[in-house]
């Protein structure tokens, strides 16, 4: 009798909060590289509420995704760093490599305090909180422009777009929420924008994600037609 082997394609399980933040590139860089994942609310995977959870987990924050052998991947440049090598996209050249890294890690230190005032600042405190990093962003803006000038190609490291592409993309996405002019002044970043829509799979997902409502007044997220409060526990 012969033995039949049954190839079982295990799914990869992304856990994060109400929230347009560190989930967004990986679920991107996913979607535009066809590989299949689960999202789930952090209460719907671990069933309990946060404050129980956190202190049971690694680094006590999410995003976190959940691979082959149940095992457990923290930090979002890590995630998306997997993410990238399932996609076929690790760099090989290591100067290369290296590069696109520092220019990953560049773009996720614009997420605070861009994300959590998009997400949940309000009324005086957001307005002050997006004045006070005006300047912050422009020079960071300014820099990943120029990173982008210097190889002359279509993206950081070449024609492809990897976890740098999708991290500076969701953060330059996430911008216009704040301050719409912004990005205007850096044409290099918004023909990065406009090259990051174009991909396939791309306005797929930005039309099928959640809605984000209210910023600066009281952030929402419409989900299944239903708006939430943003935040870390079940509404
Ligand atoms: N360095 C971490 C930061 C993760 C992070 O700040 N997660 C926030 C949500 S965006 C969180 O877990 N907040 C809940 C908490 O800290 O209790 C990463 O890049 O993944």
């Given at each position: 009798m012969g033995i039949i082997f049954l190839e079982v394609t295990i799914l990869l399980k992304l856990i994060y909060f109400k929230m347009r933040a560190l989930a967004e590139a990986p679920q991107m860089l996913m979607h535009c590289n066809?590989?299949?994942?689960?999202?789930?609310?952090?209460?719907?995977?671990?069933?309990?509420?946060?404050?129980?959870?956190?202190?049971?987990?690694?680094?006590?924050?999410?995003?976190?995704?959940?691979?082959?052998?149940?095992?457990?991947?923290?930090?979002?440049?890590?995630?998306?760093?997997?993410?990238?090598?399932?996609?076929?996209?690790?760099?090989?050249?290591?100067?290369?490599?290296?590069?696109?890294?520092?220019?990953l890690q560049s773009a996720q230190e614009l997420f605070a305090?861009?994300?959590?005032?998009?997400?949940?600042?309000?009324?005086?405190?957001?307005?002050?909180?997006?004045?006070?990093?005006?300047?912050?962003?422009?020079?960071?803006?300014?820099?990943?422009?120029?990173?982008?000038?210097?190889?002359?190609?279509?993206?950081?490291?070449?024609?492809?777009p990897r976890a740098a592409e999708f991290?500076?993309?969701h953060h330059l996405d996430l911008s216009k929420k704040l301050d719409d002019s912004l990005i205007k002044q850096f044409p290099r970043l918004e023909r990065l924008v406009d090259d990051m829509m174009c991909l396939q799979g791309m306005s797929e997902y930005l039309l099928r994600r959640p809605t984000l409502i209210g910023v600066g007044k009281g952030p929402k997220l419409v989900i299944g037609g239903i708006e939430h409060s943003t935040g870390v526990e079940q509404t």
């Open positions: 066809n590989i299949e994942y689960e999202y789930l609310m952090s209460w719907e995977h671990f069933a309990d509420h946060w404050s129980k959870v956190k202190p049971n987990l690694a680094f006590k924050q999410l995003p976190m995704l959940e691979v082959e052998g149940g095992h457990q991947i923290f930090q979002s440049i890590a995630i998306l760093k997997f993410l990238e090598s399932r996609a076929g996209l690790s760099i090989s050249d290591p100067i290369q490599e290296a590069k696109a890294n520092a220019i305090p861009l994300n959590p005032t998009v997400n949940f600042a309000v009324d005086d405190d957001f307005l002050s909180k997006r004045d006070a990093m005006r300047p912050m962003l422009a020079n960071r803006f300014q820099e990943l422009s120029n990173c982008l000038a210097e190889n002359g190609s279509k993206f950081f490291t070449d024609d492809k991290a500076t993309f």
